[in-house]
């Protein structure tokens, strides 16, 4: 919703400024389907040839994401918490029983209940490597710890690689709109007989250029690039969360204790209240008794 808002802002007030200021869009709008050609073309060209077609499929994924927002709510970091609770608890009381939950988590009845969580490939294969690492008796629980930070670091750099690639394209676009209006130039001084009036509106299409590509990256790529990036990491929370419980699981602290510490852990604008989570636990036990 903001990222619509803050579009309609930018254009607002940046065309709505220049009108006001007295600008005429004739100029603008005559040249602006051959500069748009020139440097979004090329800036597109550009991006093709940095990145792989998995790369590009991810990027334009990752674009939904500054109107989207986080993938995680709070409700979902609760019911993360519900659900480590109910592996953990299980795994303690019943080592052989648990297996049949991390082994095959699409028939689980554990993890039924929680289908977002469920549609999350890497935050299931994040609690199942762990849950099943845990029930080989590392001698060192500090292996599987740092065997988690390690993956989720991983898969936050492979993440944030939309946003790299954005930004990268934002800080190229003022000098491709540099190169648009240098055509321009160019153009205009081949008609250098022709009178002012005429030269003065061939100047100014090609000033649209520099324009163009400025406008582009810094009004629009730039805050996509910054935007993805905020989104990647909030969501990235998410993971962390599972590592601090599962750890917290490895040192053979209390299950209470385990799910308390992932809960200190959420952000504190997701974090749900010990008495809301409590009573969330409460209701997980007597739908398993």
């Not at 699409?106 to 299931?124: G, M």
């Not at 909030?234 to 385990?258: K, S, W």
Request: net charge negative; charged share 20%.
């Amino acid at each position: 919703m903001f990222g619509l808002i803050g579009i309609v802002v930018i254009f607002v007030m940046v065309f709505g400024g220049y009108l006001a200021a007295g600008g005429k869009l004739g100029i603008i709008m005559k040249s602006l389907p051959f500069e748009m050609m020139m440097i979004g073309g090329a800036a597109v060209g550009a991006f093709l040839i940095s990145n792989d077609l998995r790369a590009i499929k991810h990027t334009t994924k990752d674009i939904g994401k500054v109107f989207k927002g986080p993938k995680w709510k709070p409700g979902d970091y609760r019911d993360l918490l519900c659900l480590l609770f109910e592996l953990i608890r299980l795994a303690r009381a019943n080592p052989v029983a648990v297996e049949e939950h991390i082994e095959t988590p699409q028939d689980s009845s554990i993890f039924s209940k929680y289908p977002k969580i469920l549609t999350d490939k890497e935050a299931v294969n994040l609690i199942c490597d762990t849950m099943r690492a845990a029930s080989m008796n590392y001698d060192d629980p500090h292996q599987v710890e740092e065997v988690l930070e390690k993956r989720i670091e991983a898969n936050l750099h492979h993440a944030l690689h939309s946003s790299h690639a954005l930004q990268t394209v934002a800080d190229g676009l003022p000098a491709l709109g540099i190169v648009a209006a240098v055509l321009g130039v160019i153009k205009t001084m081949g008609s250098i007989d022709q009178p002012p009036e005429i030269l003065g509106k061939m100047i100014g299409g090609a000033l649209v250029g520099t324009f163009l590509g400025v406008f582009l990256a810094y009004g629009l790529v730039a805050p996509f690039a910054t935007k993805v990036k905020a989104v990647v990491e909030e969501d990235g929370h998410f993971y962390q969360l599972i590592r601090e419980v599962l750890v917290a699981n490895l040192y053979a602290h209390p299950t209470n204790m385990c799910i308390e510490v992932g809960r200190q852990n959420t952000p504190s604008h997701h974090r749900p209240s010990f008495s809301e989570l409590e009573d969330a636990l409460k209701a997980t036990k007597q739908e398993a008794a």
